[in-house]
């Protein structure tokens, strides 16, 4: 139980230290958003989305063009087999006829994979979206000018997560509100004293929560919901984007030894349109 402490306190050390980081990213630390089932690059899910895919496998059928997934079609391969084909398309219409009704579906929904720790010989291995251990993913969310809007960061393939830090980048024009999460009730421990809250830091996007041993985090669990307010003066049809800062996530693996692993993880970060 010593060791134990010693290494929970370590941990609890590195979340806080971690968290206490992201004060000092720039706005301007946000990657480019190659979002998924976005083929037309306007930030947005729509039907022509899915009619550029359906076009695109027309294509490959009479070998006008391969089906093979490439830099430019990437975003397109839902099912991530490597191939642009009618399935991937039809889960573009769907994504976004769920999106027509006030939903926010995640790309996971649409997806049977088996999750592994990347060394497994069925690993998937295509670019882009190869899984590397865990599997993130933001979510997407529409609403008015001056509504307030919530934006899920989903997780799947941790079969052992012992704590995380990580920052989502408020981005420009929207206002933070709150992030929320049940993650500390639904994986208590069973020693309450070894319990600790998620931290926090709502204007800078940073959350972290650490666990004294790994926690078997079922697939689809949401870690968190980000909430944000959409300007008054915001016009229809703008789009915030919502990205990781990925120099600062930190997703920690392993707690059987003195020192935590940190998993490598596959991302796709989300968007905030205005209706």
């Avoid at 994979?113 to 993130?136: C, E, M, Q, W």
């Avoid at 969310?141 to 799947?156: F, I, K």
């Avoid at 931290?199 to 790994?214: D, E, L, M, Y």
Wanted: proline share 4%; net charge negative.
């Amino acid at each position: 139980m010593k060791s134990q402490r010693k290494r929970f306190a370590a941990m609890l050390t590195a979340a806080i230290a971690a968290v206490s980081m992201c004060h000092a990213f720039p706005a301007s630390a946000a990657e480019k958003v190659n979002l998924m089932g976005d083929m037309d690059g306007d930030l947005k899910i729509t039907a022509n989305d899915a009619q550029m895919a359906l076009n695109y496998y027309a294509e490959s059928i009479v070998e006008n063009i391969d089906d093979a997934v490439t830099d430019e079609t990437e975003n397109a391969d839902i099912d991530m087999n490597g191939i642009i084909d009618v399935t991937d398309a039809q889960s573009i219409l769907s994504y976004f006829c769920q999106t027509l009704v006030g939903e926010q579906p995640l790309w996971a929904e649409y997806r049977e994979l088996s999750y592994h720790d990347g060394t497994d010989a069925d690993a998937i291995g295509n670019k882009p979206f190869a899984l590397r251990s865990l599997y993130v993913e933001i979510g997407c969310a529409q609403g008015a000018p001056g509504e307030t809007v919530t934006v899920p960061v989903y997780l799947a393939g941790a079969r052992a997560l012992a704590g995380f830090g990580f920052r989502v980048i408020p981005p420009a024009g929207l206002t933070p509100v709150d992030i929320t999460s049940d993650i500390d009730t639904d994986y208590a421990f069973e020693d309450a004293d070894f319990n600790l809250p998620p931290v926090k830091v709502v204007n800078k996007g940073a959350f972290a929560w650490i666990r004294v041993n790994n926690a078997d985090i079922r697939n689809g669990y949401v870690l968190a919901n980000y909430t944000y307010t959409i300007p008054e003066d915001a016009q229809s049809g703008d789009v915030y984007q919502i990205c990781l800062d990925t120099s600062s996530a930190n997703f920690i693996a392993d707690t059987s030894s003195e020192d935590a692993g940190s998993y490598q993880y596959t991302l796709l970060n989300g968007v905030v349109v205005v209706s």
